[in-house]
């Protein structure tokens, strides 16, 4: 199996990195390929609603010269996808939230193409809002119909400077028992996901 974790911090070897990397240490631990993908700091750009992904259908964004296409071809290998944040403004990075929409939209575009994976949402914060990033995140995943594990705790770290977040002790164990409970869950479910329920791609107008 082959968890995704994407950061959509700038900072690399950060706090959402170093959250994301202890999410993962189970899954390898668990036998799963393993991949962080850094988007922090890369060129993405938003949604343009322009619907040619719900005319093509070809599992792509018409949109080029950014990393949305590579990065969405990950996401649907992936039968985990761990997406992390730092906290801006009680909310996502500009990178995630133009991950958010343009992944969202050509996944339902193509039948809903996240329907059964799991899904996991890791933001780093250095006091308040994190809570507000943590939802955006799982907007994504629920209206895909994908499967969000608990936690012993919200899936926050806390701290601002580089690593900081190390000092957290209840956040950085929250992180693996994430991880650990992503490997169990990804086991339960793995012979089961060829009877996952299908649903014919439709977009409301209005």
Known sequence: ????????SPRK??????MLQTVLEP??????ETEQCQLGGKQVRGCTACM????????????????FNEVFEKM???DAIIIGTPTYFTDVTAEIKALIDRA????????????GKIGAAVVAVRRGGGIQAFD????LFQISRMIVPGSTYWNLGFGLHKEEVLEDAEGMANMKNLGQNIAW??????????????????VSEG
């Open 1 to 8: 199996m082959y968890a995704l974790a994407i950061n959509g």
């Open 27 to 32: 899954l390898k631990g668990a036998g799963w």
């Open 136 to 139: 955006t995140i799982n907007h």
């Open 13 to 18: 070897g950060g706090n959402t990195d170093n």
């Open 185 to 202: 869950l990804g086991k339960a479910i793995k012979p089961h996901m060829d009877s996952f329920p299908q649903v014919e791609s439709q």
């Open 104 to 115: 969202g939209f050509v996944a339902l575009a193509n039948d809903g193409l996240f329907g």
């Open 76 to 78: 649907v290998r992936a």
């Open 52 to 67: 040619k992904c719900w005319e093509n259908r070809d599992l792509k964004c018409v949109l080029k010269n950014d990393q």
